[in-house]
């Protein structure tokens, strides 16, 4: 089992960069693939970008590549999101997820059976 807690959201301009954490718990932090996924009010949870289990591969959606950087640090236990050029579209409620089955990169949030509480990340225009 792992537990996941997010932190680092806030209130940005747009423009302004904004980087998250996830925090994992329990010794096994390497075997579970990692995603970003993100629900803005009154819409879906919409996948966000995703990384394998050795860091070495990322996945973006398209509305964030580029602009987006997802990294882990196994050995810290820890999934990072850095946000540049953000966008009031960007406003939403972030979420971390892993799961230790799944096949990496999936964008799918029924494919992930653990997540974080999620962080509010507000961009004003």
């Known amino acids: 089992q792992v537990q996941l807690v997010e932190s680092g959201g806030g209130l940005v301009q747009a423009g302004d960069s904004l980087s998250l954490s996830c925090a994992a718990s329990?010794?096994?932090?390497?075997?579970?693939?990692m995603a970003w996924f993100r629900r803005a009010p009154g819409k879906e949870r919409e996948f966000v970008g995703a990384i394998s289990r050795s860091g070495r591969t990322i996945y973006y959606a398209e509305s964030v590549k580029g602009r987006f950087t997802i990294s882990r640090d196994n050995a810290k236990k820890t999934l990072y999101l850095q946000m540049n050029s953000l966008k009031p579209e960007d406003t939403a409620v972030y979420y971390c997820?892993?799961?230790?089955?799944?096949?990496?990169?999936?964008?799918?949030?029924?494919?992930?059976?653990?997540w974080g509480q999620g962080t509010q990340v507000t961009v004003s225009s």
């Open positions: 997820a892993a799961d230790n089955t799944v096949v990496a990169g999936s964008r799918s949030d029924d494919d992930y059976h653990y």
């Open positions: 329990g010794r096994t932090f390497s075997s579970y693939a």
